[in-house]
Structures are given as C-alpha cells and as structure tokens.
C-alpha cells in the first residue's frame, strides 16, 4: 500500500454549490446551449422534426423531450457539420481514438479549451495535484483528447508538465527517476507495463519520487488499482472523459475515491436503459447520457456514450455536491455476447487478477467454427508459473477456467503463453479478437 495521503482540496466553487443553486445554473446554460445548438442543422432539423420550439427547454426536465444523438448522428456529420460556430472562430481540433470505427472530429474555440483546462484542474487537484508537483504525461499527444487535455490542465493547476507521450517505456522511467517526477498520468494498461518493467529491471523504489497517477482512457478494475499501487508504491486515481463531450475532464476521482464526480456545472449527466431508454434509477447500472452545457464549438444534446456506469447522488466527504459516477464496467457496444451471455473484457480481467501466477495480460478471442460460440483466453503466464510442471501448469488453467466462470458464468478455454509474449499496448489496450464478426 501506499505511503502517501492525499489532502483534500477543492479547486472552484462550482464544485461544492447547494443543489439548488446548482440546478438554476443549469437551467440557465441549458437555455443557451439550446439557442446556440440552432446553428447546427442537424439540432435544427430535430427542433422542427420534433415540433418543438427551443424556448421550450427551460429546464432539466423538458431536456428530456429531445431525442438523444448517437456516434452513428456525429458519424452521418462528419467531419464538421456539427460545428456551431465558424471554422475562423476553431482553435483546436482533435478527434476519437477511433476504438469502434471511423473517428470523430470534434473542435474547441479558445473559450471551451479555457473551459476544458480548468475542468481538468478540477479533478487533478481533487485527486493531489500541487502547484509544486511535477506530472509527466505518458498519453498520446495528437488527435487523442488525452494529452493535451491532461496538460492544459496541469499547468492551469499551476504544476509543470513533462510532455513525454506514450511509449518508449525505458525512457519513461528514466525521466521519472531524474526528474523526481510526482505524477503519473496514462492508460492502465500502460501503467502496468511501466510496473512491470520496473519489476523485471530491479529498478529500487526509491529511485522513484512518484506519489500518485492519474489514470484514464479505458475501463479497468479495482484489482488492477490495488496491484498497480502495491507494485508502484503509489495512489491511483481515476478519472473518465470522451471526446465528443469534451475528453477527459467529464469526471474525476476525489480524495475518497468513492466514484468519479461529474462536473454538472459543465454536463448534465443522465442514466438510461440501453434497450428500453428508460431513465435508470441512482445506484444502478446504465449508459450514460450527457448533455454539455459550456461548450461552444460543438455543444452536444443527449449524447448516448455506450459506457456503462451507475451514478450517486449522495453527498460525499469531500464536500463537493456533484453527482459521482462509478467505474465504466463496459461499453454497451463493446459488450461481447458469448452465447447469449453478456460479457465485458474486464470481468476476465477481474477474474484473472484473482489468480496467483498469472499477469494481468490477457486476450480474449471469441470464434464461432460450428454454429457455436468458442471463448479461448490467452493469460500470460509469470516468469515463476511458466517453469512449473505440467500437472501445476493444467491446475492454473483449471483455476483461471472456474475463476471466469465465476464471474461471467460461461466456461472460456484457456491458453497459457509465455510471459511477455502478449502484445503490448502504450495507449488502450485491445482485449478483444472477435472473429465472429468477419465472417
Ligand atoms: P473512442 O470512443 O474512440 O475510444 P475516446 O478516445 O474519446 O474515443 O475515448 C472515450 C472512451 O474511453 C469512453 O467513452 C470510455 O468508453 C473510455 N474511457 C475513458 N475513460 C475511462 C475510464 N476512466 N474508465 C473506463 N473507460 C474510460
Ligand atoms: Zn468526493
């Protein structure tokens, strides 16, 4: 575990409003991001399909009467038709990562790369950020929302920026002993291989500086947390974002890392049904919807993200009264179904956590040769567990094989490989071969 405390700091007011008011102010950008979404001919044309007239949406709840907008709408309007102001007034642009397909541009004026550097701030303070710290970024730079939203937002907080990018992990950690680096921001899954070289290179502790990181841009678990800070020394926060409603910024973890608070000043955030679209009551799982409120180059109405997740409206320690959001536990389109069985990557992932003598490098690959679902899990296995015996060897495939079924009810075949023999990845990971899907 970690030796470090985090001190629980606040960044802005708007963080911590009474309900009330809270509510009011988002009223009152409601109504003029209604107004401002008329330049776009696509909101245009679902006013009039509709029939309602944009003084209509006054309130949190008429917002509801307006149809959502899917990636498949942003998709159709590629690459800028759903820009709402001119290209001359565009100070940005950069686009999804483009994890389920085509990417999808989306642009900031100066205002809304103003807006997104302190909405990062938020979070990184709330999970530690110093004006004294030194943070070193090891996400992409480039189309990807994730560096340099992440590094606007260091230096808005008033801290320094190491600007590494992703990849090159020898060098990464070089920089991180040399420059008695405090922070970390990355993928998890990269992480993990920053770890994991540390381990495999002897590399002491105490070489390091580093007291925490800040990580996003994929879905991960509380075990992998819990490995992560014990192998590192250090306290791992999350924090979740998507392009098309700004990047990463949407919500962080605080000091009680109890859920990720949603910046409602910036977002209305709702919870649906995927199938029914029912709103989903708090507490439980559902896709999040969200509605931007400050944005002004692309403001977005009702956007359903995939990503599945159950919201808390319950006051937190911290003093901020945002609504917090839980881990990401899949994407409703990243979802695999497996013989009619739902199933998400990080529940293997959870599963293979549990298992001694395994490393938290996975592939899942789903094959369907007879008419019939086929689930193999390639687990690389540790340097310890690979010069086992055979019979030991075929009892660790047996209890990764009930691990899985425990967790995802289905029975998946299970292929030990060499350690390292896994690809690995500096940005998202790609659990998932689903073959299936070519034929
Ligand atoms: P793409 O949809 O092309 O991957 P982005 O690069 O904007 O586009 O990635 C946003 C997506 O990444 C989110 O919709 C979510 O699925 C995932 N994501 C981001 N942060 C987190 C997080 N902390 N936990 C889980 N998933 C996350
Ligand atoms: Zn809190």
């Known amino acids: 575990m970690s030796k470090f405390v985090i001190e629980n700091r606040i960044w802005d007011k708007e963080e911590s409003l009474p309900r009330g008011e809270l509510k009011a102010l988002q009223s009152a950008k409601l109504r003029e991001t209604v107004e401002r979404v008329q330049n776009v001919p696509f909101y245009k044309e679902v006013f009039s399909r509709t029939g309602i007239t944009p003084g209509k949406i006054q309130s949190l ?193 605080c000091a009680v890392r109890d859920g990720m608070h949603i910046s409602e000043d910036a977002f209305i955030v709702e919870c649906i049904n995927p199938e029914t679209l029912e709103p989903i009551a708090p507490g439980e799982e559902g896709e999040l919807v969200f509605t931007s409120l400050c944005k002004e180059a692309m403001p977005i109405i009702r956007y359903r993200t995939r990503d599945i997740a159950s919201l808390n409206p319950e006051p937190c320690a911290c003093g901020r009264t945002t609504v917090r959001m839980s881990r990401i536990t899949g994407r409703s389109d990243d979802m695999l179904i497996i013989k009619g069985v739902n199933v998400y990557p990080s529940q293997v992932e959870q599963a293979l956590l549990r298992v001694k003598g395994t490393a938290p490098h996975y592939q899942i690959v789903v094959e369907r040769p007879d008419r019939k679902d086929v689930a193999t899990v390639k687990v690389e296995m540790t340097e310890e567990s690979f010069s086992s015996s055979m019979k030991e060897m075929q009892e660790l495939k047996d209890k990764i094989g009930r691990a899985i079924q425990g967790i995802t009810g289905l029975r998946m075949n299970i292929e030990l490989v060499s350690p390292n023999s896994l690809e690995r990845f500096i940005g998202k990971a790609q659990r998932v071969v689903d073959h299936r899907k070519i034929v």
């Open 61 to 253: 709840d008429d917002l509801q009467r307006l149809p959502f907008t899917t990636k498949a709408d942003l998709r159709a309007e590629y690459p800028l038709r759903m820009l709402a102001v001119d290209r001359a007034e565009v100070a940005r642009y950069h686009g999804s990562s483009g994890t389920t397909g085509k990417p999808t541009m989306v642009a900031y004026t100066q205002n809304d790369l103003k807006t997104w550097a302190n909405l990062c701030a938020r979070f990184l303070t709330g999970g530690g950020l110093l004006p004294q710290h030194t943070v070193q970024i090891a996400f992409g730079y480039g189309l990807f929302t994730g560096g340099f939203g992440l590094h606007y937002g260091v230096e808005h907080a008033g801290a320094s920026v190491i600007p590494a990018a992703a990849g090159n992990t020898p060098k990464q950690i070089m920089l991180m002993m040399d420059m008695q680096v405090d922070a970390l921001v990355c993928t998890p899954s990269y992480a993990l291989n920053i770890s994991e070289f540390i381990i495999q290179n002897d590399i002491p502790r105490n070489a390091l500086n580093l007291k925490y990181a800040h990580f996003g841009g994929e879905p991960w678990t509380e075990d992998m947390r819990t490995r992560i800070e014990d192998e590192m020394g250090i306290l791992c926060f999350n924090n979740y974002g998507l392009s098309e409603v700004i990047g990463p910024g949407v919500s962080g973890e």
